[in-house]
Each structure stands twice: as structure tokens, then as C-alpha cells.
């Protein structure tokens, strides 16, 4: 199945996997969201030093691993050796930052679909697109769509991979103001923006709706199963939410 510019995502994506439930950006997150009934979670992605795109969020590993320094700094193999889960537990955990390569096998097996954040490491963003393409090629699997913050990340995966799927997200309106996101989306044919619970309004909501682009919400908190359905109810497509329990 080949998304196309009328896929409507699922309304509820699991953020990082569930991260209020398991480290984030793991297997155990990942498995665990889709064990819990999700039917897409959302995940970082960047390259280490040796060109290998891997789940990190951060642009260091200092947050979720007991390693520190830039992630662009080690391979794959050193930042594998890795701690991810003694943050979250705040004990030893045998839990590894993961390959996307690995994620892809896991994604395709289950036959669900995923969204890939692109969390490029400073003047590597042409490349890190072009790194996570090859991963996916190798595995042909195309129940996947792209979003970032980086606007250079969108616009090259447009360029290089124009029949995949990709989302603008925008958490600061004040910078990048609602009808310049919106020229933005259709000028690069970016079928959805992100943005943060913060900045709902119906208004900035409509303008995205009468220019046929999909609207995404994320918080830097779990999303309640009430707020969401008052969200859904308001035209937003999809919810990143953290610990989806009460919703199933």
C-alpha cells in the first residue's frame, strides 16, 4: 500500500511509542503501543557518527542513555552499548537505543504504520534523509510517513522521494506565522502541519482546513482521552499521546 496525498492518518499516534509507559524510542515502547492497541506510533530518527539512522530524540545522548556528548560524535556500535533505560527506570536496564533498521523489520511485521520524525544532526540534514531512505528501501514497507521541525528535512524528502508522505510541524506561531505555514504546506506539497496543544484555536484550525491540510497535536504532556475527543471534534485528524491506556 502506497500512501497517497487523501491518507487520512489513524487518530491516535503513540508518541516516541508510549513514553509516559516505556523508555522512548525503544523496541519495548514501540511493541508495547502496538500491544496496547495502537495502530501507528510516532518515532525520532537521526544518524550516528558512522552514517547509521538510529532512534534519539536529542541532539545528545546525555537525556535518555547514561552516555553524553553529541549523538553525531559515536557510532552506532558505541551509542548501542548504551544505557536507554536507566533514565526511565533510574536503574540498570539491559534496554539499547535501537536501529530504524530494526524498527522497520518490527513495523512491517505488524503490519502497522509509523510516522518518522526527522531529528537531523546540525548540517547533516540532506544526508540523514537520504540514510533513512536506503533503510526503507532495503525493506520495502511504505505504511510510513515523514514529518519535522527542520524545514530543509521536509523539502528534501520531497525532493528526493516525492511519493512519500510529509508533514510540517510548527510549534511557535509567532515565528513562522499561520498563513506563512500554510504557503509553506502547499508550496512543498506537505499534506499536514504538527502543532503544539498550546496553540489550538478553531481559527488557525480552519485556515489549515480550507487548504485541505491535515492538522496533528502534540503536548509536552499526556493528552487526555477528553481532550481529545474535544480536539477530534474540532477537526483535528490526529492526537500524539503518551500513555493511550485510557483510550482502550
Avoid at 509509523?114 to 548540517?123: A, T
Wanted: aromatic share 12%; net charge negative.
Amino acid at each position: 500500500m502506497r500512501l497517497n496525498s487523501n491518507f487520512s492518518l489513524p487518530k491516535l499516534i503513540g508518541h516516541r511509542g508510549v513514553k509516559d509507559l516505556k523508555p522512548e524510542n525503544t523496541f519495548e515502547s514501540i511493541l508495547t503501543a502496538f500491544d496496547l492497541g495502537l495502530e501507528c506510533v510516532e518515532i525520532d530518527v537521526k544518524i550516528s557518527k558512522d552514517q547509521i539512522p538510529l532512534l534519539l530524540h536529542d541532539d545528545t545522548l546525555d537525556r535518555t542513555t547514561n552516555g553524553s556528548g553529541l549523538v553525531c560524535d559515536y557510532t552506532f556500535d558505541e551509542i548501542n552499548k548504551l544505557d536507554a533505560g536507566y533514565y526511565f527506570y533510574k536503574s540498570k536496564s539491559e534496554i539499547k537505543v535501537p536501529s530504524l533498521s530494526s524498527i522497520l523489520d518490527l513495523v512491517k511485521k505488524k503490519e502497522k504504520y509509523l510516522n518518522i520524525e526527522l531529528k537531523p544532526n546540525k548540517n547533516y540534514e540532506v544526508l540523514n534523509v537520504k540514510k533513512v531512505l536506503q533503510e526503507i528501501n532495503q525493506v520495502s514497507y511504505d505504511k510510513i510517513y515523514f514529518s519535522s521541525f527542520d524545514l530543509l528535512s521536509c523539502v528534501s524528502l520531497k525532493d528526493i522521494a516525492p511519493h512519500f508522505l510529509c508533514g510540517f510541524l510548527n510549534d511557535d506561531f509567532n515565528k513562522i506565522n499561520i498563513q506563512d505555514t500554510v504557503d509553506i504546506c502547499k508550496k512543498y506539497n506537505f499534506f499536514s502541519c504538527g502543532i503544539n496543544l498550546n496553540s489550538f484555536n478553531k481559527s488557525i484550525i480552519n485556515q489549515f482546513m480550507e487548504n485541505d491540510i491535515q492538522v496533528t497535536v502534540y503536548s509536552d504532556e499526556n493528552i487526555t482521552k477528553a481532550q481529545a475527543k474535544s480536539l477530534w471534534s474540532n477537526n483535528i485528524t490526529s492526537i500524539f499521546v503518551d500513555d493511550p491506556s485510557e483510550y482502550f
